[in-house]
């Protein structure tokens, strides 16, 4: 079964940095559109960026441009959000899923980021 | 942005009953190249991640029960729980995937009455 599994959340100040990751197992990432999605404490899902294309291909939301960097490494099978200049307002579940044929999935079970001095 | 707007924001429905959830697309979701609408629709429950339950607009995943169906082309589309179920109690959301950003709908939570 095709697993994934975030990593590198936790509590930063504003301003701060932190890299978030997604390693796939039983699955070839270049094969697949890789996206981030995020859902602040009691609201809805908002999605975040996505990697097509081995890497080629990149897409932000406004919130998140200029700040927040998906990359893709196909060698580890692993794909990251680095996110730097972080908000109160980045403070969120963040999960990763995969893309292809229509279907988003499978998603990884989330990991948490606070924002918070 | 495509802005997509769900309806109602919530609804209670007896054992049984039936559950009707929609969703309206500020544009259309038709994709020309696959022919389909870029529409998918997921369940949320507290403490999960989303779980899949149909893509292009109409088709359900695999393991999804069938009393989950949906329908819609365009901008208008529907999700339909045909007979509700105890383990149905959630927060159902839609989702385009027409173009970046992939914007969701604000959610829909259904409860039983």
């Known amino acids: 079964e095709v697993q994934l599994v975030e990593s590198g959340g936790g509590l930063v100040q504003p301003g701060g940095s932190l890299r978030l990751s997604c390693p796939a197992s039983k699955l070839s990432l270049s094969a697949y559109c890789m996206h981030w999605f995020r859902q602040a404490p009691g609201k809805g899902l908002v999605w975040v960026s996505n990697?097509?294309?081995?890497?080629?291909?990149?897409h932000y939301a406004d919130s998140v441009k200029g700040r927040f960097t998906i990359s893709i490494d196909n060698a580890r099978n692993t794909f990251y959000l680095e996110m730097n200049g972080l908000k109160a307002e980045d403070t969120a579940f963040y999960y990763c899923a995969t893309y292809g044929s229509g279907k988003f999935g499978p998603w990884g079970q989330g990991t948490s980021v606070t924002v918070s001095s | 942005d495509i802005v997509m707007t769900q309806s109602p924001d919530s609804l209670a429905v007896s054992l049984g009953g039936r559950a009707t959830i929609n969703c309206k697309s500020g544009q259309s979701l038709l994709s020309r190249s696959d022919n389909s609408d870029c529409l998918t629709w997921y369940q949320q429950k507290p403490g999960q991640p989303p779980k899949l339950l149909i893509y292009w607009a109409s088709i359900r995943d695999s393991g999804v029960p069938d009393r989950f169906s949906a329908s819609g082309s365009g901008t208008d589309f529907t999700l339909t729980i045909s007979s509700v179920q105890a383990e149905d109690v959630a927060v159902y959301y839609c989702?385009?995937?027409?173009?970046?950003?992939?914007?969701f709908g604000q959610g829909t939570k259904v409860e039983i009455k």
């Open positions: 989702q385009q995937y027409y173009s970046p950003p992939y914007t």
């Open positions: 990697i097509c294309r081995g890497g080629a291909v990149t």
